[in-house]
């Protein structure tokens, strides 16, 4: 199963940037050498074991975030020590290097792992570049629409930081003549298309999703959904735009 990690770089080898409008930028943090979505395989030493590996490399509010999507035996979860050159990194959890990585060519790149579940070696190959990841936090405002029913108009407070890696995204959504509903979240996918956000009232009552884009930001067409005892029973679509700050 393809398990899903976001991982901050702890040790950074480049002074913080800056981001100053709504719009993706290079990264200044981010060696230029790394930075971008990779893709490619790992191949186990044991025998004919293969896998898929994506990674995207790119910075928020100073920080480097690699995130890796993939199967790798030695990827489980916990904790990473990263540590990166302007053209190869390695990662250690518990104090043992587990992953390596070394730039060969300008869109190519190899290295090897090892733990005690597995030892081999991985190849992936540079597809694309990626912006520096967008501040989303401020006063978003917009509406709910649902089939038969007038749109609610919203306000939402929100507040995007980095925790563990994880682009964590925490509010109020506030509409007239209706309770206040704290949510959390995350965001994730930033691409120089847009990005995506996830939202999650605490008891699970209301879950939204939407592609968001920049320029102004705003996320157009979302959906959400209503939950009673975890059966949905009711939704629609959101659209919101972040005000001008």
């Given at each position: 199963m393809t398990r899903f990690f976001t991982v901050l770089l702890l040790v950074?080898?480049?002074?913080?940037?800056?981001?100053?409008?709504?719009?993706p930028s290079q990264s200044t943090v981010v060696p230029p050498a790394l930075a971008g979505e990779w893709t490619g395989l790992w191949t186990s030493s044991a025998g004919d074991v293969t896998g898929e590996l994506t990674m995207r490399v790119q910075e928020f509010a100073g920080e480097v975030v690699l995130h890796i999507a993939t199967d790798l035996p030695c990827i489980d979860g916990m904790s990473f020590l990263l540590q990166m050159a302007p053209a190869a990194f390695t990662a250690h959890i518990g104090g043992q290097?587990?992953?390596?990585?070394?730039?060969?060519?300008?869109?190519?790149?190899?290295?090897?792992?090892?733990?005690a579940a597995d030892v081999g070696s991985w190849q992936a190959t540079r597809i694309r570049t990626l912006p520096v990841i967008v501040d989303l936090s401020?006063?978003?405002?917009?509406?709910?629409?649902?089939?038969?029913?007038l749109p609610l108009p919203f306000t939402l407070e929100l507040q995007m930081t980095l925790e563990s890696g994880v682009l964590r995204l925490a509010g109020t959504i506030v509409a007239v003549d209706q309770p206040s509903v704290a949510v959390?979240?995350?965001?994730?996918?930033?691409?120089?298309?847009?990005?995506?956000?996830?939202f999650e009232s605490a008891d699970g009552a209301l879950r939204a999703q939407g592609d968001g884009q920049y320029g102004p930001l705003r996320v157009e067409a979302g959906q959400y959904g209503v939950f009673a005892a975890g059966t949905l029973i009711g939704g629609g679509v959101f659209a919101m735009d972040r005000q001008a700050q």
């Open positions: 950074l080898a480049a002074a913080c940037g800056e981001i100053t409008t709504n719009m290097q587990v992953l390596n990585g070394e730039v060969t060519a300008p869109s190519a790149m190899i290295g090897t792992y090892a733990c401020g006063v978003w405002s917009g509406a709910l629409y649902r089939e038969g029913a959390v979240g995350y965001a994730d996918e930033f691409n120089d298309a847009g990005y995506r956000v996830f």
